[in-house]
């Protein structure tokens, strides 16, 4: 979405932290928690919430950004520190794909915001993710100086998204 904004394709986009481009303003939405998504076939454990060690076992789909993969990143160094090995089946850019996977009935264990699982999984059992520091965190982003005739009305735009998904614009934006 970053490129598609510097070439102009885009205004402004949603995306997630951490941003490349240190030219881009940015709002942060509210955060929200990743959650174990199991699949029909999985028996989730009886407790709330799950770590490194219920689901070194379990077949993951994880879902990975294609640059700065924070959340990914801090997963698998979860896993290190505890000395174990996550078995990762399938890791994807895109938490429609890792969906369909379970939807279709495969046999794993989806690590995804807890937004998709509301929005579009509430069928599935899921258990809270127990691992430090693993937040989903949303990001509005916009370019610093905008390259349109239609400045005042884009910025009015973004400053209304912003703040209808519950980000906090900062005055000079």
């Given at each position: 979405m970053e490129n598609e904004i510097?070439?102009?394709n885009l205004d402004f986009s949603l995306s997630l932290l951490p941003v490349q481009n240190p030219h881009f303003k940015?709002?942060?939405l509210p955060s929200q928690e990743y959650v174990a998504v199991y699949g029909k076939k999985m028996k989730a454990p009886s407790k709330k919430s799950v770590g490194v060690t219920d689901l070194t076992d379990m077949p993951l789909l994880l879902l990975r950004r294609g640059t700065g993969g924070l959340e990914y990143n801090t997963l698998l160094?979860?896993?290190q520190r505890q000395g174990?090995?996550?078995k990762i089946i399938v890791d994807s850019q895109d938490s429609r794909f890792l969906i369909s996977l379970l939807e279709d009935g495969m046999n794993a264990v989806g690590i995804?915001?807890?937004v998709v699982m509301d929005l579009l999984l509430n069928n599935f059992e899921s258990r809270a993710l127990d691992i430090p520091n693993m937040q989903f965190l949303?990001?509005?982003i916009r370019p610093e100086i905008f390259c349109?005739?239609?400045?005042y009305l884009i910025k009015e735009v973004f400053r209304f998204t912003a703040e209808s998904l519950g980000g906090v614009?900062?005055?000079e934006s």
């Amino acid at each position: 979405m970053e490129n598609e904004i510097l070439i102009s394709n885009l205004d402004f986009s949603l995306s997630l932290l951490p941003v490349q481009n240190p030219h881009f303003k940015t709002v942060l939405l509210p955060s929200q928690e990743y959650v174990a998504v199991y699949g029909k076939k999985m028996k989730a454990p009886s407790k709330k919430s799950v770590g490194v060690t219920d689901l070194t076992d379990m077949p993951l789909l994880l879902l990975r950004r294609g640059t700065g993969g924070l959340e990914y990143n801090t997963l698998l160094q979860s896993f290190q520190r505890q000395g174990q090995h996550p078995k990762i089946i399938v890791d994807s850019q895109d938490s429609r794909f890792l969906i369909s996977l379970l939807e279709d009935g495969m046999n794993a264990v989806g690590i995804l915001p807890k937004v998709v699982m509301d929005l579009l999984l509430n069928n599935f059992e899921s258990r809270a993710l127990d691992i430090p520091n693993m937040q989903f965190l949303p990001v509005l982003i916009r370019p610093e100086i905008f390259c349109s005739r239609y400045n005042y009305l884009i910025k009015e735009v973004f400053r209304f998204t912003a703040e209808s998904l519950g980000g906090v614009i900062p005055p000079e934006s």
